[in-house]
C-alpha cells in the first residue's frame, strides 16, 4: 500500500507540473494574442485616419467662383506687323475658390487693370498669332494678377485667366 500511495504521490506532483505548464502556456498564448489583437487595432486605426485624411483633401477643394473684368483691354502692338497699325482687344474673366480672393481681384482692379495695359502692350502681332502665343500670354496675365494680389498681402491667389474674346486687327 506504502508503493501505492507513493504512486499516488507521484502521480498528484506530476498532474501539478502538468497543471502549472499548461497555465504557463495559456498565459503565453493570452499574452500573445492580446499583443497581436492591439497592433492589429493600432495598425487599422492608422489606415482608416488616412482614409479620411484622404477624404478631407477630396473635400476641400472648393466650386469655381468667377469674376469678371467689366471694360475690354484695347491696345495697340508696340512692335508693329509689316508697318501696319494693329490693335489687339481682349475680355476676361478669373476664377479663384475662394471669395477673398476675388474680394482682394475686385478691390485691386485698378491696379490689375494697370498691369495687364502693360503686359499686353508689350505683346508683338506676329507672336499672338498662334495657339501658344495666346496660351503664354494667358499664363502671363495670371502670373501678373497674382503678383498684384501678393503685392497687397492677399492669402490665396487665382487658379485661372479665362479669355472670353480676343480680337487682333
Request: proline share 1%.
Amino acid at each position: 500500500m506504502a508503493e501505492k500511495i507513493d504512486d499516488i504521490d507521484l502521480s498528484e506532483e506530476g498532474d501539478g507540473k502538468s497543471k502549472k505548464m499548461i497555465i504557463i502556456i495559456a498565459v503565453v498564448v493570452l499574452a500573445l494574442a492580446g499583443a497581436g489583437g492591439w497592433f492589429f487595432l493600432a495598425g487599422g486605426g492608422d489606415e482608416a485616419a488616412e482614409g479620411e485624411a484622404a477624404k478631407e483633401v477630396i473635400q476641400v477643394k472648393q466650386t469655381p467662383i468667377y469674376a469678371t473684368v467689366d471694360k475690354a483691354f484695347v491696345v495697340n502692338f508696340a512692335d508693329q506687323s509689316n508697318n501696319e497699325v494693329r490693335y489687339l482687344q481682349i475680355k476676361l474673366k478669373v476664377m479663384a475658390r475662394d471669395q477673398a480672393v476675388i474680394d482682394a481681384f475686385t478691390l485691386n482692379t485698378p491696379a490689375i487693370q494697370h498691369e495687364l495695359l502693360i503686359l499686353f502692350f508689350d505683346q508683338k502681332y506676329d507672336a499672338l498669332n498662334t495657339q501658344e502665343g495666346k496660351s503664354a500670354l494667358k499664363e502671363q496675365s495670371l502670373s501678373t494678377i497674382n503678383k498684384v494680389l501678393k503685392a497687397e498681402q492677399t492669402e490665396g491667389e487665382l487658379e485661372a485667366v479665362y479669355f472670353t474674346s480676343l480680337i487682333m486687327q
